[in-house]
């Protein structure tokens, strides 16, 4: 069974930098896509980032690129988020979910883990 545990949130000054980390196990990690989601309170949950399996290739929401950085350790079966520039709109609870068909569609994302909460002071 796949398990993610995310970590790494926490409060920060505007301007200032998180690093989000989650761990997988029960799976096979570098045959899945992992990604990065965040929901804010009264919105729906959206796309933050996301990493292929293969090339490493890498996808973004508008609105955190060049401020935010998805990476993955395959030997270590982490993927992290590198948030920099934060800004009180990035406050949210933060996601990781892999997904075995890469999409952006949060449908097409098979497991998840609890999230981990961020937020951001003006």
């Known amino acids: 069974q796949v398990q993610l545990v995310e970590s790494g949130g926490g409060l920060v000054q505007a301007g200032g930098s998180l690093r989000l980390s989650c761990a997988a196990s029960g799976v096979t990690f570098n045959r899945y896509h992992m990604g990065w989601f965040r929901q804010a309170p009264g919105k729906e949950r959206e796309f933050v980032a996301a990493i292929r399996r293969f090339a490493f290739m890498t996808e973004y929401k508008d609105s955190v690129k060049g401020r935010f950085t998805i990476s993955r350790d395959n030997a270590k079966n982490t993927v992290y988020l590198q948030m920099n520039k934060l800004k009180p709109e990035d406050t949210a609870v933060y996601y990781c979910?892999?997904?075995?068909?890469?999409?952006?569609?949060?449908?097409?994302?098979?497991?998840w883990g609890k999230g981990t909460q961020v937020t951001v002071s003006s």
């Open positions: 979910a892999v997904a075995s068909t890469y999409s952006t569609r949060i449908e097409d994302w098979t497991s």
